[in-house]
Nanobody, 123 residues
């Protein structure tokens, strides 16, 4: 199994940037796909970005394409979400996820989850 511990997040103004980190332990992230999701009160968990097992392929929700970047550092066993040009509608609780056999845009594609972190974008 892999354990995921998130860091980053917080309060930022519109147009600002934040980087979320998702540190894995127990297994190397080279064996896992990675994903970032977000959730707002009263809404379903929403796909944000995904990274394939090889790290060579990425996928983004249309709402964040061109502004967010998912990446990983194998040496640090960490997956990142760089968020630029943040908008009010990016405010949400962000969660990282990983899976050994699947890679997709729905939460059920991932077995392992971080604890989540709040991102609040203010005007």
């Amino acid at each position: 199994q892999v354990q995921l511990v998130q860091s980053g997040g917080g309060l930022v103004q519109v147009g600002g940037s934040l980087r979320l980190s998702c540190a894995a332990s127990g297994r190397t992230i080279e064996n896992y796909s990675g994903g970032w999701f977000r959730q707002s009160p009263g809404k379903e968990r929403e796909f944000v970005a995904g990274l394939s097992w090889s790290g060579g392929s990425t996928d983004y929700a249309e709402s964040v394409k061109g502004r967010f970047t998912i990446s990983r550092d194998v040496a640090k066993n960490t997956v990142y979400l760089q968020m630029n040009n943040l908008k009010l509608e990016d405010t949400a609780f962000y969660l990282c996820a990983a899976d050994a056999t699947r890679w997709g845009r729905v939460p059920r594609d991932y077995d392992y989850w971080g604890q989540g972190t709040q991102v609040t974008v203010s005007s």
